[in-house]
Nanobody, 122 residues
């Protein structure tokens, strides 16, 4: 089970850090990712990380502003979001896959968290 938290209301240019805590099983051997869904839009890829943390990937929309990381000892995934823009407003979901590698494909993930809302005001 995955539990995302850390969302909230922030002004444009601000920062937030999302966390995703796993319980019930360890995801230390799993590739993980963050996705988001804005109102009226489909869920889209944001960032991904391999089980070791050595491989990461980002959508071009957040590259250079967001950083994905993980702490396997704490069974927790993070997303540091800097220089936030109003278009970053969405519900953010964490996800884990049975494979150890990273992936930007939504269908590659087997476990999903419940989502946390990020609202960026202009």
């Amino acid at each position: 089970q995955l539990q995302a938290c850390g969302g909230g209301l922030v002004q444009a240019g601000g920062s937030l850090r999302l966390s995703c805590a796993a319980s019930g099983r360890t995801f230390g051997n799993s590739g993980m990712g963050w996705f988001r869904q804005a109102p009226g839009k489909e869920r889209e890829f944001v960032a991904t990380i391999s089980w070791s943390g050595h491989n990461t990937g980002y959508t071009n929309y957040v590259k250079g502003r967001f950083i994905i990381s993980r702490d396997n000892a704490k069974n927790t995934l993070y997303l540091q979001m800097n220089s936030l823009k109003p278009e970053d407003t969405a519900v953010y979901y964490c996800a884990a896959r049975l494979s150890a590698s990273s992936s930007s494909y939504l269908n590659a993930y087997d476990y999903w968290g419940q989502g946390t809302l990020v609202t960026v005001s202009s």
